[in-house]
């Protein structure tokens, strides 16, 4: 290889592994995302199984019962007046096995009412459940099951309990009603139209369908007109005064006129709120145009002023994820420069590349500290080395896109501290 080559082969190379950094990063937080939903519907899962093991329990409980009976009937001897044995007459009578099942079907159904009636939907829904397993062609234990789901707010098991009903019993009003009235609430409004007209031809005088059915059509009739305008009054909120102590600022709860002024401002915007609405989109611009152009200069001079000592307890990051994690919960500049130093520059700048454009600000921010309240040429030449590896990674010239005038008024005045940057750097950054 040509020894001209070898600067731009090694640059070349680095860029490579910063990429390969980025993309590992990215696949990380994918993994840790596709764990969480793993985690979640294994829950689920569990939750699902636990259920139908309960209920598969109480089926069995179910049959011993008859086969319990099954068992005494059997065992029955039957004797003649002068003590001797007579035969049994044949296989056990399959109409009584019915009868039985069909008996205590109908016990579980009056439980599930008992627990209806005192407000228990959940215990009522496995009750006749339990009814509905012995006599699955019953139209009158899917309807009270249907109801039972109504009154938890299930109406997507009401509307399949309703719809069972009505395969045994086309005529059953209940049943159909209550299909009604779970397509409403499920957005159906065709399918509700239908259910309720045909309940009116059953029983004209259904009052309750006839209202429902004319709010259904009034519904559908309404024409929506789409907007992209504010509506006049859109909001009348009135904000209330509330005093906030905030933890990095103690001197503000102790200063009763600060807090005055919160209340005044508060005030004032509250008497905004009621003002004519011509004067809504002076006020938007206005508002508009502070927001614009906000420093963020003044960020820096708060944490100046507000610097604490803040315990240092963190670790170098595996990922771009903990990175994130610990810098958002890093309050002070002296200890996000520390933090800045606490592994190699290329491997943090590699971490910070997908929410570059939101970090790049604060790291120079950052930097401008470090260099202003440092000493020495040691501060500048790891602020030099540390962005030269920001440069370096894929989304930098994406961060520097969205910069505000004020923002990079800082990368100006820390580039003018950093006498010694080389000037592709400078220029990386400033143009």
């Given amino acids: 290889m040509n020894p001209a080559m070898l600067p731009l082969q090694m640059q070349r190379n680095a860029k490579d592994t910063q990429d390969l950094f980025a993309d590992l990063g990215l696949a990380l937080e994918l993994l840790d995302f596709g764990c969480s939903i ?98 699955v062609s019953n139209a009158i234990f899917a309807a009270n099951r249907a109801m039972a789901y109504m009154k938890v707010k299930k109406y997507r098991e009401a509307e399949e309990d309703c719809t069972r009903a009505l395969k045994h019993d086309a005529s059953y009003e209940k049943a159909l009603f209550r299909r009604a009235q779970c397509r409403n609430e499920l957005g159906k409004l065709e399918g509700a139209v239908q259910d309720f007209k045909a309940v009116l031809r059953m029983n004209p005088k259904n009052g309750e369908a006839k209202k429902t059915l004319e709010k259904i059509n009034n519904r559908l009739k309404t024409k929506v007109a789409w907007t992209l305008e504010r509506p006049k009054n859109a909001s009348k909120i009135k904000f209330e005064a509330v005093e906030i102590a905030e933890k990095n600022s103690p001197k503000l709860a102790e200063e009763p006129e600060a807090n005055e002024e919160v209340a005044e401002k508060i005030k004032e915007e509250n008497e905004e709120v009621e003002k004519p609405e011509a004067k809504k989109d002076e006020e938007t611009n206005r508002s508009k145009s502070q927001e614009s152009t906000k420093e963020p200069v003044d960020l820096l001079d708060e944490n100046e002023a507000e610097e604490t000592e803040e315990a240092f307890n963190y670790q170098a990051p595996k990922n771009s994820f903990e990175l994130e994690r610990d810098w958002r919960s890093i309050k002070t500049f002296k200890n996000k420069a520390k933090y800045l130093k606490i592994g190699e520059s290329q491997m943090l700048a590699a971490f910070f590349a997908p929410q570059l454009p939101k970090f790049l600000v604060e790291i120079c921010t950052t930097l401008l500290h470090l260099v202003k309240s440092g000493s020495g040429r040691e501060p500048i030449s790891f602020a030099i080395d540390f962005l030269s590896a920001v440069a370096r990674v894929p989304r930098f010239n994406t961060a520097l896109f969205f910069l505000l005038d004020a923002e990079k008024a800082i990368i100006k005045e820390l580039f003018d501290l950093l006498e010694t940057a080389p000037a592709n750097l400078q220029a990386a950054f400033l143009n």
């Fill in 38 to 135: 793993y985690c979640f519907v294994n829950l689920q899962l569990r939750k699902t199984d636990e259920k139908l093991k309960r209920q598969s329990q109480k089926g069995a409980k179910v049959v011993q019962q008859l086969r319990n009976k099954r068992q005494r009937k059997k065992h029955v001897v039957r004797v003649d007046s002068d003590g001797s044995e007579i035969e049994s007459a044949g296989e056990e009578n399959e109409d009584d096995e019915e009868e039985e099942r069909l008996q205590l079907a109908e016990e579980y159904k009056n439980e599930g009412n008992a627990h209806f009636k005192a407000g228990e939907f959940e215990k009522a829904i496995e009750s006749y459940t339990m009814s509905l397993s012995l006599d």
